[in-house]
């Protein structure tokens, strides 16, 4: 039985998905606390805001008023342990990054960078 | 016979790459004002660097990771975001400065005043991220950046004694201005030390695909590279010496250093300067935003690569855009470029030790490099030149605002 | 308390250093002007920096405590625009002089 340490191996963990595409890290883990039996981990999550509430929940707040700008459903994106399908240096998920919800930021820009200026093909 | 190839390139590739506008700026004034009494403070910071470039290449063959991923993971985006912030807004401020040098370049040509070229030449380099390639951007600038040689040939056509310049190997503090001799050594090692570099070589190891075939050629790359690179850095503060210094010529403003190729090539020294200038600020103004983005998208786990056309790679794309086009408003506020140049270099060396003790950390941890771990020498050589270079400059840098006012 | 002690008379060291290192500015310029002048009699700089670079150095020079030393310099730019080499020559030996 091989232990994980949580926060060394997992927490700013890259994550890629199921073509080896980046997706973003692990901005937060969440533990299920459950009664008489030891937490378990329920999800981990990668969002730009999860990660700046580290720091304080004012750059929370902040994060997030920038981000709505560009984020659509889906945020903050999650995903189990069930979806993982190699751990080692970074985190494989079985995912399409283009079609998760980290890229909006990615499709947002792609929007204004296409429309309006060429040579971005 | 590919794999010496490629090291003949990336050496040549890391020569013309080393000038940029901290080294011309800082190693002029050194020379006008101090003979080669500074040559150590080179020597000295190449030393680092070259420890620092072939840890850079080491890491990221054997862990996979580029630094700024790694440091992240390693510290926590809180322990980490500290010291990114930081280097990103040095990184602004160098690349200013870089933009700086190629306007004054054409200044200097045309007569035309620095702030009006701030957008097209921001525009040139954006350009040239904008459509081309990793291999293009580097080999392109490396290959031209080779016309800075010409300060070396200077170096042996004005002929300097050579037991007077290894004295300026040895450090001695002057007979005067101690607090401007000072100044300048920090700068000087900042302008060696530039952390973009090495955070630079990492992601490059990446995008080539470097594995552990390269661990050799990359000692090498590493090590000559940054060597050959040194001598051009060196052969600047020569020619200073030889060329401006006894005919009383301080380099105070970037119009008296273009004087000194003068007296080696006649008439052609005023253009081979201007050239050199522009070319060397240009090759490193690409790196420097490439460098930022780099670091911005591997902190954020975003897609990266500049062989991934901007469509593909937009957060990567928009990034190096943005930090150009804040560059390029530094320049146009008209803040005196060579004053700007000096003071980034000295306060690069103040934050260096933010930027390569984590690094150091990493090359230990045998987690990310396996048995290619630091050895002890590595560690106290770059340790002791880093906290050097920043006690330095945390004394030097008010005393030349003190002393300037 | 000591180091700040020494601190400020560093700092005060400096102040004092202020007049020597205007006049080490201005004999600089000085010098530049008469190697800008030297080198474009020889032929080696083009015009247009060489006004360019005479023009900062009086514009320095002015500034500072040789203000008499700009003069000469400005009839240098002149010289050039001229291209008036004996001019030129005859303001080089002025400038020398001062």
Redesign the interface.
């Given at each position: 039985m091989k232990n994980i340490d949580l926060v060394r191996d997992v927490l700013d963990t890259q994550v890629l998905d199921r073509e080896q595409r980046p997706l973003g890290k692990v901005d937060g883990i969440a533990l299920e606390l459950r009664e008489g039996s030891p937490p378990r981990v329920a999800y981990l999550e990668v969002d730009g805001v999860t990660a700046w509430r580290r720091l304080g929940e004012r750059y929370a707040r902040w994060a997030a008023k920038l981000a709505r700008h560009w984020q659509r459903e889906g945020h903050p994106f999650r995903f189990t342990w069930r979806q993982v399908r190699d751990f080692g240096i970074d985190i494989e998920i079985d995912v399409d990054a283009e079609r998760a919800a980290p890229f909006d930021l990615e499709h947002w820009l792609r929007e204004k960078l296409i429309r309006r200026i060429p040579g971005g093909r | 016979m590919k794999k010496i190839l490629g090291i003949a390139l990336g050496i040549v590739t890391s020569i013309g790459g080393f000038l940029d506008v901290g080294s011309i700026a800082t190693s002029a004034q050194a020379g006008a004002a101090f003979g080669y009494s500074l040559l150590w403070a080179v020597l000295l910071g190449t030393i680092c660097v070259i420890f620092l470039v072939e840890m850079s290449g080491r890491f990221s063959i054997v862990?996979?990771?580029t630094i700024v991923?790694a440091i992240?993971?390693r510290f926590?985006?809180?322990g980490f975001?500290v010291p990114f912030a930081a280097s990103l807004l040095v990184n602004l401020l160098v690349l200013a400065s870089e933009l700086g040098g190629i306007c004054v370049a054409l200044?200097?040509?045309?007569?035309i005043r620095f702030q009006v070229w701030a957008i097209p030449v921001a525009l040139a380099v954006w350009?040239l991220l904008?459509?081309g390639t990793f291999d293009v951007v580097e080999d392109g600038t490396a290959l031209l950046g080779l016309v800075t040689l010409c300060f070396l040939v200077a170096v042996f056509t004005l002929g300097p004694e050579p037991r007077e310049l290894a004295a300026g190997f040895v450090p001695r503090l002057p007979g005067e201005?101690h607090?401007h001799y000072l100044f300048l050594a920090v700068s000087i090692i900042g302008a060696t030390i530039a952390p973009y570099l090495f955070l630079f070589y990492s992601s490059g190891a990446i995008e080539d695909k470097w594995d552990k075939s390269y661990i050799t050629p990359n000692r090498y790359i590493a090590t000559l590279g940054m060597s050959f690179g040194a001598i051009i850095s060196m052969a600047v503060i020569v020619v200073a010496a030889l060329a401006l210094k006894p005919?009383?010529?301080?380099v105070?403003?970037y119009?008296?250093a273009?004087?000194m190729l003068?007296p080696a090539f006649?008439?052609w020294?005023?253009y081979l300067f201007v050239a050199s200038l522009a070319i060397a600020c240009f090759g490193a103004a690409l790196e420097l935003s490439l460098a930022s983005a780099y670091s911005v998208s591997q902190a954020?786990?975003?897609?990266?690569g500049e062989d991934l056309?901007?469509?593909s790679a937009?957060?990567f794309?928009?990034a190096y855009t943005i930090f150009i086009a804040l560059a390029a408003l530094i320049v146009l506020s008209g803040l005196n470029p060579m004053k700007l140049t000096l003071f980034s270099m000295a306060i690069t060396a103040v934050i260096l030790p933010l930027t390569a003790l984590p690094f150091l950390v990493l090359m230990n941890d045998a987690r990310y490099m396996g048995e290619h771990v630091n050895s002890h020498f590595s560690n106290i050589v770059v340790l002791l030149i880093v906290l050097l270079a920043a006690i330095l400059a945390v004394v030097a840098i008010?005393?030349e605002i003190?002393?300037?006012k | 308390m000591r180091t700040l002690l020494a601190l400020v008379l560093v700092a005060l060291a400096g102040c004092g250093d202020q007049h020597e290192q205007e006049m080490k500015s201005a004999a600089s310029w000085s010098s530049t002007a008469l190697a800008v002048a030297r080198y474009w009699l020889q032929g080696d700089l083009p015009d247009t920096y060489a006004k360019r670079v005479l023009q900062k150095a009086s514009e320095e020079l002015a500034k500072g405590p040789l203000p008499d030393a700009s003069e000469p310099v400005n009839q240098m730019i002149e010289a050039i625009g001229k291209r008036d080499q004996q001019a030129m020559r005859r303001l080089i030996a002025e400038l020398q002089a001062q």
């Open positions: - | 862990s996979g990771h991923d992240r993971k926590g985006f809180a975001i200044q200097l040509l045309t007569g350009l904008w459509l201005e607090a005919e009383g010529i301080r105070e403003e119009e008296q273009a004087l003068v006649g008439r020294g005023f954020f786990g975003w897609n990266w056309e901007p469509r937009a957060r794309s928009s008010p005393l003190i002393g300037s | -």
